[in-house]
């Protein structure tokens, strides 16, 4: 079965209040400013989300309602703990435990685990994207993967391809 998994870094987050939780960190202008750049980046890979997975931050949560929701309107989404500061091998628990009825996954989550996961689930032959990414997986990055596996838990053993990478300052051209 072909699947889609996309891995959605939040929006560049502020600092401006050195009093607040991590977890409470709101994004900053120049986050909210993205936005549409990465709304539209993700609308160019034709990918529907049967379900988007979201750390329940602040950050993430306003990073999926100015990117995802303006998309798709009436997505299923499951927000989810154990993304938050997660290690990479909860965040990859959590994604083998999907259900297999999902085609096309998002999560909007946090770094160093997006990159991790992002690394992990693609080849070295995967190209320039790939290498970019290594280089930098920055606030609004989109990794999106390609994989061929019958459930979520043997994609995640055996990886995929990295169908595109894209960051907020990539230049969004005009539509194909």
Not at 14 to 24: C, E, G, M, Q, Y
Not at 36 to 64: F, N, Y
Not at 97 to 125: C, K, Q, W, Y
């Amino acid at each position: 079965m072909e699947r889609r998994l996309l891995l959605l870094r939040h929006l560049k987050s502020s600092w401006d209040d050195p009093t607040l939780d991590d977890f409470d960190r709101p994004l900053s202008k120049r986050g909210m400013n993205a936005a549409a750049v990465v709304r539209e980046q993700i609308r160019r890979t034709s990918l529907v989300p049967d379900l988007v997975v979201c750390s329940p931050a602040k950050r993430t949560v306003s990073t999926l309602e100015r990117v995802l929701l303006p998309l798709f309107p009436s997505i299923l989404v499951r927000f989810e703990r154990r993304i938050y500061e997660s290690s990479v091998a909860d965040f990859v628990d959590v994604l083998s435990n999907m259900s297999s009825d999902v085609a096309n996954l998002t999560f909007i989550g946090h770094n160093p685990v997006m990159e991790a996961v992002a690394t992990r689930m693609t080849t070295a032959d995967d190209g320039r994207d790939r290498e970019r990414m290594l280089t930098k997986f920055p606030s609004g990055a989109a990794a999106l993967i390609g994989l061929q596996a019958e459930s979520w838990s043997s994609a995640v053993r055996q990886g995929g391809t990295l169908m595109s990478f894209t960051t907020p300052r990539d230049e969004v051209g005009p539509s194909a």
